[in-house]
C-alpha cells in the first residue's frame, strides 16, 4: 500500500484495543502509570509523547519521506524549534522573502539569541553560495512556494549547495505540502510546515510540524520538543489527523480553481500583474512543472496604480478578508498591511511587495461565484479610481479658473 491517495486515508494503521474503532481515539491523559518502579512505560508524560500525537507524527514522517515527524502548538513553534538545534554564533542563511512571522522571530528574537541571520535571494545561487562559504554557516532556510509572491525556490539545488559547504537544507513546505512535492527526496535535511494551513485545511487549528531525513537531526529536534514543550495537545493532533485525510481531494480542487482566477486576472484590465506558478507565462512554471506536481491554491495579483486595493479586498462577498490559506474556503489579504507588515516599508517594497498586491488562497468552491466576486469587487473599485479622476479634473479646471481670474485683476 505505496500510493499516496491511500496512504493519506491509512497511511498509519489503527490497532486500538480492540475496539474494531476506525479512527484513533483522543488520549485526553497528561500521565501514564507505570506497572512497577522499574517498568518504565511506552509513554509517562504527555509532553515527552503520547499515542495521539506519535499518530500524526508517523502520518507526517510516511507521507514526506522522512525518519521521523514532531508535532508543536503552532507553525512558529515548530520554526522555533528547529531553529534552538543550533547554537549562539551560528549562520543561518534566510531567504529575504519569508513569512513575516518568520522573518520576526529571526530578526527579534533569534539574533538578540546570538543566531547571525544572512538574508540572501534563494533564487540567486550564486548569492546563496557566497553565503554559504562563510565558515560559520550551518544552514540554508527557504520556502518552497514564497509568500506571497509565489517564486518556485530549486529545492535540489539548494539542497546541493547547502550540503556542499557542510551545511543543512531546511525547507518551509506549508505552501506545498507532500502531495505537490517531498523536498526530503530532493535532498533538503528538514521540512516544516504550518499545518494550520493545508493539513489541518479547514481554519480549526493551530499547528506545526517538522519531518527529518536523519537519525541525529531527530534527536536534536526531540530534545528541544520536549525541553522547550511547545507541544500539539492531542485534540489539536486529532484535527490535524483528520484534514490530513482530505488533502488531496481539496487541493484538487484548489488548484483547479487558482488556475482558473489566474486565467481571469491575467486578462482584466485593472491588473496590472499575476503571481501564480500554474501559469504558462510565469517565471517559476518551468521550474514548477518539473519539480511540483502543482503549483497549489494561493496567487497573488497587483492592480493597477490608479486603482486601490483596499477598496478591492473591502469589496469581496465571497472571498473573506482574512490572513492565512490552505483552507476549505477562499481567502483575501493585503500583505503590505496584513501579513507582512513586520517587514519594513523600504525592506517590502525592494522583495516587491508593492502597495497595489493582494494575496488570494483560492477555496473549494464553485469557481463561476470566486470569479464573479472578482469581477463585482474589481469592477467597485474601477468606478472609484474613475470617480477620483474626475474629481481631480473639476479641482484642476477650478484651479486654472481661479487663477485666471487673479491674473485678470492684477
Ligand atoms: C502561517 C505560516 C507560518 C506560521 O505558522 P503558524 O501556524 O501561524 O504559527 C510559517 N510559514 C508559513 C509559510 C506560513 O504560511
Redesign the pocket.
Known sequence: MARFNTQLVHGVPVNDNNTGAVNPPIYNSSTYTFGSVDAMPRWDYARSGNPTREFLESQIAQLEHGERGFAF???????HAVLSIFKPGDRIVVGKD??G??YSQLHEHFSRWGLIVDGVDTQDPVAVSRALSNPDAKAVYF?TLT?PLLKVNDVRSLSALAHAHGAIAIV?N??VTPYLQQPLDLGADVV??????YLAGHSDV???LVVVRDADLASRIYFVQNRLGAVLAPAECDSVRKGIQTLALRMDRQQENALKVARYLKRHPLVSAVHYPGLESDPGHALASRELNGAGGVLSFEVRDDVDAGTVLNSFKVFRLA????AVESLAEFPARM?HFELPREERLKIGITDGLIRLAVGIEDSADLLEDLEQALHAAGEESNDRAAQATVNATATATALAGIGALS
Open positions: 502548538a503552532s507553525g512558529l513553534a515548530a520554526i519569508i513569512y512571522g518568520t520556502e509568500n518551509d506549508t505552501f516544516l510546515h504550518s499545518a494550520t494551513k493551530v499547528a506545526g490572513v492565512s490559506l490552505g501579513t
